[in-house]
């Protein structure tokens, strides 16, 4: 009878052994997919690329070559407080999102379920597909994806400012005092899942829609498997968005593209810089609806949610729960506000 409770024992720990080094194994490997895949921002080819710019117009601007190495590479940030704070939110972020991952709704779910409902919403297929080039159909599925995508970065984040719950999360990400590439994952878990979730959406929808009227003719203009306006975007130098260098473009660039330094304006800590360029790529979404800024090449610019930000606003307790508790003491102001 002991001997079988002590199997029985041994086979239970022997399986919660294998579902830990699986879970490990497929969280490391997770990891290292942020510099080696080439569907990830932080992919080490777009780093590079990012890099070379910097040091190019950093060179450019009158600098002598080691101080422009020095800038470029942005040493002295990746050691701040605000960059271990970075790291630290990474690393966690992978374990929750490892943990939630089979509750998360894919594209490809999206994608048959909507294309389910375009056949039992019309009752005739359309025959356009017969009528256009394939490259006609690949050039349209590729910008209406980018465009799309694009759009509805751009309003999410919109609302993550203007709502006050969503802000409380995305705060988070505003706390970054110092900036660096790896600060675009500086996230609340709550804002990774309500992005993941829009872009399941996104490309589930846009699969759907470009399948059911052109069928197997679909494809996207790939280069490294990304879509290949987002290839030349990460190419052109996207992570610095996220540095401390301050690369701008003519104005009338920036009226269609947003540049690094436009996006550092959004993280300024200047109040007349508040709520501006919500963009990821495009900055016409941000014209049309009056929240385009120019960048300010005279201006250094500050980052973080203020000013006087103290260095509290990096420990675990305001990346992760503060969110929690504001939202829950604004629920308790709002209720007894109705009860009065």
Known sequence: MQATALFHLLGILTWQLLVMTSFFSEYWSDLS?????????????????????????LNNTGQNLKHSLIQATGFKHWFSQSALADYKLILINKIIFLLMLPLLVTKLAIATAMFELMHQSFSQRSSIDNDLP????????????????????????????QIPWLWEFHKTHHSATSMTP?????????????FSLRSALVQG????????????????????????????????????RHSHVAIYYWRWLETIIISPAQHQIHHSTQPRHYNKNYGAILAIWDKISSSHCYSEPEHKLQFGLNRMQASSEHNLYALYLAAFINIFADCKRFIRQLSQ
């Open 33 to 57: 997919q942020l510099f080696s895949n080439s569907q990830q921002r932080l992919y080490f080819g777009y780093l590079l690329c990012a890099a070379i710019i910097a040091f190019i117009w």
């Open 134 to 161: 394939v490259w006609l159909i690949i050039s349209a599925f590729t910008l209406f994806v980018f465009l799309l995508d694009d759009f509805a970065r751009f309003y999410l984040h919109k609302l993550m400012h």
């Open 182 to 194: 790896l600060t675009v994952l500086r996230t609340h878990p709550i804002e990774g899942i309500i």
């Open 205 to 240: 929808f846009s699969i759907a829609l470009f399948i059911y009227f052109f069928a197997g003719k679909v494809d996207l203009y790939t280069v490294l498997q990304v879509n290949v306006l987002v290839f030349a975007f990460n190419v052109a130098g996207a992570n610095l």
